[in-house]
């Protein structure tokens, strides 16, 4: 990808890195325990994004794990220290408001997958935007092989995936392997390891490219959409694409496509 313009380390959880055309990459770093999901690294990641989301210059979101792979999932350590319902209530909280904030924010987020993707790693990929995978990456949702049933990685899942492969992965607890992911709609991309960065800078170069507002527009328009029934999807589509209409990139880019020039759009402001 591009060369870094700034580089930020929220020790020991969270690495930040930009480069020149708003591409912002959050490196997931807990290697040693195959950067699992502690309170402590949620809030990091939380506070990232929140603060990604009000910068009008960033443009893509690149969601990355140090070490040797992406997410295992949330730290059953952790989760062992305190068994109380309320503290497991409070965990599940703070990952269903992370998980929201990543479909929520005007940026699409891509998620970078090595290694292993499991359980509330899973539902990681499954939430992020877009995801590239490399060949050796597996994904699972593993939760049920400790007898917890990973209901809430099956929230995102399901919104990914066939109902029945889903319901497959969760009451088997089976990795599944990059290829298979892509095909069932899991991630978008799988490419060799030496590739994967590439892909991915050609990926978010593809969506820099686009004007901010339209992304921002189209983006939070498609989650509301697929949680709509037909009709009211088709209301909401309408009404967003008219605004998107009268916005001045939308009219540049027609009149660009009717002269059969490249469209000049203005940086985000």
């Known amino acids: 990808m591009n060369a870094p313009e700034s580089k930020v380390a929220v020790e020991p959880y969270l690495l930040e890195s930009r480069d020149a055309s708003g591409v912002v990459t959050l490196t997931l770093n807990r290697p040693q325990q195959f950067n699992a999901l502690s309170v402590e690294m949620m809030t990091a990641l939380q506070a ?18 140090a070490g040797k792979a992406f997410c295992a999932g949330h730290d059953l350590k952790q989760m062992k220290q305190d068994t109380a319902l309320d503290t497991y209530r409070a965990l599940f909280a703070q990952c269903a408001k992370l998980m929201l904030t990543i479909q929520r924010m005007p940026q699409p987020v891509i998620a970078r997958v090595h290694g292993v993707a499991t359980a509330a790693g899973c539902q990681l990929v499954g939430t992020c935007d877009l995801a590239v995978a490399v060949e050796g990456a597996r994904f699972g949702v593993s939760g049920i092989n400790v007898g917890l049933f990973c209901t809430t990685p099956g929230v995102a899942l399901a919104r990914n995936v066939g109902r029945k492969e889903a319901f497959e992965m969760l009451v088997t607890g089976d ?71 009268v916005d001045p ?21």
Do not use: H
């Not at 989301?53 to 794990?65: I, K």
């Not at 990139?249 to 402001?269: L, S, Y």
């Open 175 to 245: 990795l599944i392997d990059a290829q298979t992911a892509r095909e069932r709609g899991l991630v978008n991309r799988v490419v060799a390891a030496d590739q994967l960065d590439a892909e991915i800078a050609k990926l978010a170069a593809s969506i820099v490219a686009k004007p901010a507002i339209a992304v921002a527009m189209g983006k939070e328009m498609f989650y509301r959409q697929v949680e709509a029934g037909t009709e009211a999807a088709y209301q909401m589509a309408g009404q967003t694409m008219a605004c998107n209409l």
């Open 48 to 65: 990232a994004l929140d603060a990604i989301a009000a910068d009008p210059s960033a443009r893509v979101v690149v969601l990355a794990g």
């Open 249 to 269: 990139a939308a009219q540049e880019g027609i009149d660009a496509f009717m002269a059969k020039r490249k469209p000049n759009w203005a940086p985000p402001a």
